[in-house]
């Protein structure tokens, strides 16, 4: 069965790290453009970040550009994303996705792994 789990997150103060874990069974993660996405309460889903398949190319949303790096180790089939400076804003539940069409937000993603809470909070 393939699946994605995402581990790491939890409760730290503003300012504080976190590294966000999405691992990848049943499939190679490599081949596929493997995005970030997260969702706050009452708020929509929001793409944080993606890394292109093909490339390697990142990309980030402009609310953490400068904070967040995401990277991929193809020999653990995981990828990190690896968020500094947080702020309270960026408490949300977030989700990996693995896609064949591309790192678009919008872009049709294959799977999607059920989540991990960060809270940012004094």
């Known amino acids: 069965q393939s699946q994605l789990v995402e581990s790491g997150g939890g409760l730290v103060q503003p300012g504080g790290s976190l590294r966000l874990s999405c691992a990848a069974s049943g499939f190679t993660l490599e081949n596929y453009n493997i995005g970030w996405f997260r969702q706050a309460p009452g708020k929509e889903r929001e793409g944080v970040s993606c890394?292109?398949?093909?490339?390697?190319?990142?990309y980030f949303a402009n609310s953490v550009k400068g904070r967040f790096t995401i990277s991929r180790d193809n020999v653990k089939n995981t990828v990190f994303l690896q968020m500094n400076s947080l702020k309270p804003e960026d408490s949300a539940i977030y989700y990996c996705a693995a896609s064949h069409y591309g790192c678009g937000w919008s872009d049709p993603y294959d799977y999607y792994g059920q989540g991990t809470q960060v809270t940012v909070s004094s």
């Open positions: 890394i292109s398949s093909s490339d390697g190319r990142t």
